[in-house]
């Protein structure tokens, strides 16, 4: 183990690869290292940000779902409510006519018998006229009498 | 085995001599044919088998991780890419939880010791005959005497690497404590701990004091540190080459040392690594 000359020409030898080391494998392989460092945090961060992105999505459709929901019950109360509303009125528009009917036929019944009263009376007249013209089998000036028939039909 | 019929312990110094190629006072520039003529050749040889593999294998993690880099893409990663962008974070972690500045050399720095470091130690794993008696058939092809061709694998069995690679840390330690504190900040670090009184002439006095423990404390950094990993690389190549000399026993005995080792290469590794990124920021911080 004597030294000589290898001494120096080690360590010239290892300058050299040092400085190759140092020039030419390092920086490559620490820039992508570190570039695929930054890619994969990008990443990540992507992910991440997606992640909450469909969160609040999911929340803004749970929103929208609830809000519609409301909405349709609302419609459907609301629909009820007319329904309800409309039978009542139906029911009402048809007791009022009912009613209408009733008071009107009363009051044509009320014209039947007025009118049939009229002319019972007119005919009893006639007949009460006739009867007595019989009877006093002389003809009575219709003229003369005529008020005393009159006041004897309104009589009956 | 190598040569002709060596003995134990020539087999032995075979395996633990490097193919050294220097200036020899006699031969001139030359491949050293013994152990006496690498030792002749003092500071001005070189190993050839170090240097090759170390390099060789440096070249290997460098080119992988180049593919790796320049195909990366953001988005998912396959294979090869996974496995780099694994070795970067696991190191950038480990730089970011020791190392408080910012520097954009450490990181990079940390990687290549954690990885060249790695892949030496990984060839102490491959069967200590083999790429040795390959490369004297080689070289017997090309008509040198295979006895002669002496053939180390793992580069971090070699002092000299360690110390290369822990001397060059060591140059950064000083430049980074210098950066952060200044050249007079550095030197005060230097001189005036451990020990320190408001009083201006006992402090005089205690400057050498601190002058040499501190340097001793400096200094036992890289020298820890080089020699730790060769000191663990070195025992477990040599626990490999004596195995392989037991024969038929080798067999059940090199399996579980060879797992105890993968241990044993991977921690070296990985300790090598993290105490350069403590030293640099203990180098980086005010206090210590």
Not at chain 2, 197 to 204: E, G, I, L, M, R
Not at chain 2, 231 to 257: K, R, S, V
Request: glycine fraction near 4%; proline fraction near 4%; include cysteine.
């Amino acid at each position: 183990m004597n030294l000589n000359l290898t001494l120096i020409g080690q360590a010239i030898a290892f300058a050299v690869f040092v400085w190759f080391c140092m020039r030419y494998v390092w920086p490559p392989v620490m820039q992508s290292l570190q570039e695929r460092q930054k890619k994969i945090a990008d990443g990540l961060d992507a992910a991440s940000r997606a992640n909450r992105d469909l969160e609040l999505a999911q929340e803004q459709a749970n929103e929208t779902l609830r809000e519609s929901k409301e909405q349709a019950a609302q419609i459907l109360e609301q629909a009820h409510k007319r329904s309800n509303q409309m039978i009542e009125e139906a029911r009402d528009n048809a007791r009022l006519e009912g009613e209408r009917m009733i008071a009107n036929a009363r009051a044509e019944i009320d014209q039947e018998i007025n009118r049939a009263k009229e002319e019972l009376r007119a005919q009893v007249a006639r007949l009460a006229i006739e009867g007595a013209e019989r009877i006093l089998e002389s003809s009575i000036d219709e003229a003369k009498h005529r008020e005393l028939v009159d006041k004897l039909a309104t009589e009956l | 085995m190598a040569g002709n019929n060596p003995t134990t312990t020539e087999y032995i110094q075979h395996h633990l001599q490097n193919l050294t190629f220097g200036l020899h006072p006699e031969h001139g520039w030359s491949i050293a044919h013994s152990a006496d003529e690498a030792a002749e050749m003092g500071f001005w040889a070189i190993h050839l088998d170090t240097m090759g593999w170390s390099i060789g294998l440096g070249v290997l993690f460098l080119w992988v991780f180049r593919k790796a880099a320049k195909a990366a893409t953001t988005g998912v990663p396959t294979g090869l890419q996974n496995f780099v962008e694994m070795m970067v974070e696991f190191v950038d972690n480990s730089v970011k939880e020791t190392f408080h500045g910012r520097s954009k050399l450490i990181a990079p720095l940390s990687l290549t010791i954690f990885c060249w470091i790695f892949l030496m130690n990984l060839m102490d794993l491959v069967p200590v005959d083999v790429l040795p008696m390959l490369a004297q058939k080689i070289a017997a092809m090309f008509g040198a005497d295979p006895a002669h061709v002496y053939f180390k694998v793992v580069p971090t069995t070699d002092v000299n690497a360690t110390l290369g690679m822990s001397l060059s840390v060591f140059a950064l330690i000083i430049f980074y404590a210098i950066r952060s504190k200044g050249f007079s900040g550095f030197i005060a670090e230097l001189t005036l701990h451990p020990f320190s009184t408001p009083n201006k002439f006992a402090q005089a006095l205690l400057i050498p004091v601190n002058f040499l423990l501190e340097t001793v404390t400096l200094l036992a950094r890289p020298i820890s540190l080089a020699l730790r990993l060769f000191g663990n690389l070195y025992a477990g190549e040599l626990i490999f080459i004596l195995i392989a000399l037991l024969g038929l026993w080798q067999l059940p005995l090199h399996f579980p040392w060879a797992v105890f080792h993968i241990l044993i290469i991977v921690l070296q590794a990985f300790i090598f690594m993290m105490l350069t990124i403590v030293y640099l920021s203990m180098a980086t911080e005010e206090q210590h």
